[in-house]
Nanobody, 124 residues
């Protein structure tokens, strides 16, 4: 399975962007991580193939929303009220074996497939 992310770009603070990530095959849990310049990679949000619970990082809770369309093998990340601290490369991730338990979704080791990353830049 390969992941193709899109939707990154330059936006002003307070603006919105929608990231998409299309998988070439069946996936289970999917999510997004990000890495800002000079910082460690961090979890953003995740969603299981079949399950209502969608964990978020505290820093994006209430501003970002993750969703998926299983028929299209695609996961989305709607990002609202963006601020300069959201500037990072956003990586789409997927688990292709079986669905993960909810508590594992925040860990990068849960995922076996990573996309190439898409850059999001938020100007002040």
């Amino acid at each position: 399975v390969q992941l193709q992310a899109s939707g990154g770009g330059l936006v002003q603070a307070g603006g919105s962007l929608r990231l998409s990530c299309e998988a070439s095959g069946r996936t289970y849990a999917m999510g997004w991580f990000r890495q800002a310049p000079g910082k460690e990679r961090e979890f953003v949000a995740a969603i299981r193939r079949n399950g209502p619970s969608t964990p978020y990082a505290d820093s994006v809770k209430g501003r970002f929303a993750i969703s998926r369309d299983n028929a299209k093998n695609t996961v989305y990340l709607q990002m609202n009220s963006l601020n300069p601290e959201d500037t990072a490369i956003y990586y789409c991730v997927a688990r292709t074996t079986y669905d993960a338990i909810l508590s594992a979704l925040r860990y990068s080791s849960t995922y076996d497939t990573w996309g190439q990353g898409t850059l999001v830049t938020v100007s002040s």
